[in-house]
């Protein structure tokens, strides 16, 4: 692997600062019997989103990222903050603040669980019992009522909205994966609207997880919980679980309803965390344990770029000092970043080490063959960008 020094370069453009490193990487761990086999060259680079004075609310970072269906625009939303701030990528600016109600007829409610883009120019927004469909104009034109479709599922259960997905080129159906906390049971509700009905799907996950997930006690009662939960990543349209502690993915096919998993074999890191929990621990014993888990390897969600027709994950093991802070928790001091490339069906055809990314990765998207990951810069919206060429 050749790699050119770090280059700090700083450009003022239309009122946007940009600071550059440039690392090229002729070669890193690839598998060669792949058939898209080929060299890569990584370039890294910092940009600062321009707010046009307003204010890009970033007091839980940005959440889950959502794009447009263009890739042209980031939707960002800050808990209980009725506004959405509209990031124009190309232009590496606040294109406009979309304010929405809570309450009446286009209210979006006061606590908000997630939201995704629904076809164009259309936003669905969720949270426990409810789930609408919302132009860019804040108004309703779609209430879905799926609790009421599927209310021995969702209201019976209590169980929670973590994403609802479209369902490319069928506008009358669409997914849901909920999480059942009280028996650690994670599914998909697969929607017929025009029928109102639904059709579920367990993961079969549940018991492989059981030995990572921890419940934090505190005075004799349940305070909180640790569990690598599976995460959705949609794209071809298949929905891709990958969680935190097995190198694998699991494989939901939107048309057949079927689910399959594939394993891969990293040359860089271990396949699995090798960290077990403890099924109970007292709260003031709780971060150690965490902080044990993230000392091993975490593998992050996927990422599909429709323009290279490639995934991306990153995966990392974090540092900590020997020393805590005025909380009494673990201090982060950096962390092994990895990154894989996969190809359309799946197969890992690159892997390397990111020496100049060194912390714990915040969540992030890729778009046109560049992984943006999320910076606060004094309270500025930036992103550190990976390009792959």
């Known amino acids: 692997m050749d790699s050119s020094k770090a280059m700090v370069l700083k450009i003022k453009h239309f009122g946007i600062f940009m600071v550059v490193w440039c690392l090229l ?25 321009d707010s046009r004075d307003e204010i890009i609310n970033l007091r839980y970072g940005i959440g889950n990222p959502e794009l447009s269906k263009d890739g042209k625009f980031l939707f960002h939303y800050t808990h209980g903050v009725p506004k959405f701030s509209k990031i124009n990528l190309e232009r590496l600016i606040l294109e406009e603040m979309i304010p929405y109600e809570t309450e009446g007829p286009n209210g979006m409610g ?42 021995q599922e969702i209201l019976d259960l209590r169980a929670f909205p973590a994403r609802l997905l479209e369902y490319p080129n069928h506008p009358n159906q ?32 549940k018991e492989k997880l059981k030995d990572y997930s921890m419940e934090i006690i505190k005075d004799g009662n349940l305070a909180g919980e640790f569990s690598p939960k599976p995460w959705p990543t949609v794209a071809n349209e298949k929905i891709l679980f990958t969680n935190m502690v097995f190198n694998e993915v699991l494989i939901y096919d939107m048309h057949t309803d079927s689910i399959y998993s594939k394993e891969w074999e990293s040359i860089l890191t271990e396949n699995k965390n090798e960290y077990k929990m403890p099924a109970k621990v007292e709260l003031e014993k709780s971060d150690y344990h965490r902080r044990k ?14 323009v290279s027709q490639q995934y991306v994950r990153l995966s990392y093991k974090t540092k900590f000092s020997e020393e805590l802070n005025e909380l009494g928790a673990p201090i982060e001091t950096g962390a092994e970043v990895y990154l894989s490339v996969f190809d359309k069906d799946l197969n890992i055809i690159w892997e390397t080490y990111l020496d100049t990314y060194q912390k714990t990765p915040p969540k992030h998207f890729f778009i046109d063959q560049r992984i943006w990951l999320f910076e606060n810069m004094e309270d500025e919206m930036a ?4 390009t792959i060429d």
């Open 25 to 49: 990487i002729s070669c890193a761990a690839n598998n060669q019997d792949s058939p898209e086999y080929r060299a890569f060259t990584l370039t890294q680079d910092t940009v600062v989103i």
């Open 110 to 151: 006061a606590y908000l669980a997630g939201f995704s883009t629904f076809e164009d120019e259309l936003l669905l927004l969720w949270t426990y019992g409810a789930s609408a469909v919302f132009n860019q104009r804040s108004e309703k034109i779609n209430d879905l009522r799926l609790d009421k479709i599927a209310s």
């Open 383 to 386: 992103f550190v960008r990976i």
């Open 174 to 205: 669409l997914f849901g994966y909920y999480l059942d906390n009280h028996n650690e049971d994670y599914f998909i509700l697969k929607f017929d609207l025009a029928q109102q009905s639904y059709k579920k799907t367990t993961l079969p996950v």
């Open 293 to 306: 888990f993230q000392e091993h390897i975490n593998f992050m969600p996927l990422h599909w770029d429709p």
